[in-house]
């Protein structure tokens, strides 16, 4: 199946840049700039974002090393067992950084990608990363926060459209940490079959939280639907790093 790939990463104000990107085979830690456009036919493909946490640079490692955990069992991923071990055995990959190196401690990342084989797709996360799928002129979000605030709307107690301004948005419930602990991270995954014509978007906090859902979606009725996101940050002062990857695919390539 035709899919292509656009991705653009960029520290913000940040010193660094603690994002990472996997384009299928192609794991990037670096500012992605300008925006980068990767076209190939394949019957599985995989696009993952991970946004690192830990000072020091350890956050630059811990995505870095989270994202080469699931480059390393490529072949083996399909199933959601499959893709939850892989996870979790980047934890443990983490937590052996950390017993090593103190200064490594509670060091970590979010995770959040889309699977894509044959005609179905497998969406996952862990952490305030997030995949929406296009649909029609909605975005539909299919990854679950691990944070207090989503706990908040969970429980009744926060509207979801107060998520982005509240003061404890960045405080996480779970994401892929290198504490030394026996609990695993809560990972959020899914199987949907794809339409004919798919349009994901993977993003970091640092992209939905600079914006409203309404004005995300204003962008991909535009010509360029990641310039447009990228133009949308820089105007809302934000400081964060932030990342975008954008899937478009045809499961038939003569639609």
């Not at 069992?73 to 103190?102: C, G, M, P, Q, W």
């Not at 990854?143 to 948005?169: A, F, Y």
């Not at 405080?171 to 899914?190: C, F, R, W, Y």
């Amino acid at each position: 199946m035709p899919i292509v790939a656009t991705y653009f990463s960029h520290r913000g104000d940040r010193d660094s840049n603690e994002d990472a990107l996997l384009i299928d085979r192609e794991l990037i830690q670096t500012q992605i700039q300008p925006i980068q456009h990767k076209t190939f036919e394949s019957n599985k493909a995989l696009f993952a974002l991970a946004d690192g946490m830990g000072g020091e640079n350890n956050g630059e490692e811990a995505s870095w090393l989270v994202l080469s955990q699931l480059l390393q069992e490529y072949e083996t991923l399909s199933v959601h067992e499959s893709i939850i071990d892989t996870l979790h055995n980047a934890k443990k990959r983490l937590d052996s950084e950390a017993f090593t190196d103190s200064t490594k401690r509670n060091f970590g990342s979010t995770i959040a990608g889309v699977l894509l084989q044959g005609d179905r797709a497998t969406v996952f996360n862990s952490g305030d990363s997030r995949v929406y799928r296009l649909s029609g002129v909605f975005l539909e979000q299919l990854s679950r926060d691990h944070s207090h605030v989503q706990n908040l709307v969970d429980r009744g107690l926060l509207e979801c459209t107060k998520i982005n301004h509240h003061p404890h948005r960045n405080l996480l419930s779970s994401a892929i940490v290198g504490d030394l602990s026996n609990t695993m991270p809560q990972i959020e995954i899914k199987t949907i079959a794809l339409k004919p014509i798919e349009t994901f978007l993977i993003c970091s906090d640092g992209v939905w939280e600079a914006m409203s859902l309404e004005t995300m979606e204003s962008c991909f009725g535009e010509p360029n639907a990641i310039e447009c996101l990228i133009d949308r940050v820089n105007n809302s002062h934000n400081r964060d790093n932030f990342s975008i990857i954008v899937v478009e695919m045809k499961l038939h390539p003569f639609l």
